[in-house]
C-alpha cells in the first residue's frame, strides 16, 4: 500500500541536507531539528486520532437507546412543549432506538439481527397505550390547552380485539395536574414515591373519543401497517352519556416504528409520530362503545 495515499500527504517530511537539519554546530547548542511547526502539529493530531475510540465502533445498545429517548422526551409535556430543536432530538434519539433494537423484535435480548417481522407483531398491539410524545399538530393544540376552561389530563389508546381501536382524550377542569405515565416507562417514575391506593383518582370532566376499525395489512410487510377507517366520534361528559359528533369520515394507516413490551413507536401517513408506553390490558369498561 503506497504511503502517501493513505495519509494523503500529511506525515511527508521535505527533503533536507545533514547541515540543514542540525543547524547548531557553529554554536555548540544542542542540535535540534528543523521541522516546520505544521508537521509536527498533524502528527500530533494524528497520534490523538488513533487513540481516541471511534464511536462507530461502540453502537448504542437496545437499553441504552431506550433510555436515551425517554430522556429526550422527559419535559415536553406529550410534545406540546417541544421546540424544534427538542423534536429534532426526539425523533433522532427514536432513529437511534429503531436501529439499536431492530424495531423491537429483538427489543428482549437487545440484538439488532432479529428477523423480519411477520404476522407475529399483531397481538402485541393489544393494551392500553398511553400517549408520551406526539408530533401531531392537532393534538398537541389539543393537549396544550385549546379547550376553554378543561385541559387534557390523560391521552391514551385502547388496541381491542375485533380490529376495534379508540383514541381517547380525557379532560379535567384547567389546574388539574395530569396523570403521570406508567412505572414502566421512565425510570423516573419507579424511583418516584408511588400514591395511596386510598386515595380514588380523580374522576375526567369528560373524554373525547375517536373509534376507528384497524386491520394490520399484510401485504405490506416487513413494513408493520395498520390501516384503519373512521367509525365514529363521541364526546362524554363526566359519567353522563355521550354525544355523537358528525365529523368521523376518513381513512388511513400508521406504521409501526417500534414495539416491544414497554414502548411503541408509530409514524402515520402524514409523518406525525406518536410514542406510547404500555398501560396494561383492556378493560372494556374503560369507555362507552
Known sequence: M??????????????????????????????QPSWPRTYRRRAALLRCAAATPSSASSPLSCGAARDALLSAIRGTERGTRSPADTTAA????????????????????????????GMEWVDRLA??????????????????GGVPLISAADVYQLVEGEGVLKNVVEFSRKGTPPTPPPAAATAAAA???????????TPPAGALIVTVEASPAADALPVRRVDFVF???????????????????????????????????????????????????????????
Open 2 to 31: 503506497n504511503p502517501s495515499f493513505l495519509y494523503g500527504g500529511a506525515l511527508s517530511i521535505p527533503h533536507t541536507s545533514r547541515s540543514s537539519v542540525y543547524s547548531s554546530h557553529a554554536t555548540g547548542r544542542p542540535s
Open 90 to 117: 426526539v425523533l433522532a434519539a427514536i432513529d437511534a432506538m429503531v436501529t439499536a433494537c431492530g424495531g423491537g423484535e429483538g427489543a428482549s435480548d437487545g440484538g439488532p439481527d432479529a428477523p423480519a417481522p
Open 127 to 144: 393494551g392500553r397505550w398511553r400517549l408520551l410524545f406526539s408530533t401531531e399538530s392537532g393534538l398537541t393544540a389539543l393537549m396544550g
Open 191 to 201: 424511583a418516584a414515591p408511588s400514591q395511596s391506593r386510598s386515595t380514588p383518582p
Open 231 to 289: 367509525r365514529r366520534t363521541g364526546v362524554r361528559w363526566g359519567a353522563g352519556a355521550g354525544v355523537e359528533l358528525p365529523f368521523a369520515l376518513g381513512r388511513g394507516h400508521f406504521d409501526v416504528l417500534h414495539l416491544d413490551e414497554a414502548l411503541r413507536v408509530d409514524k402515520d401517513a402524514n409523518g406525525w409520530v406518536n410514542v406510547y408506553a404500555y398501560d396494561g390490558p383492556v378493560e372494556r369498561c374503560t369507555v362507552d362503545d
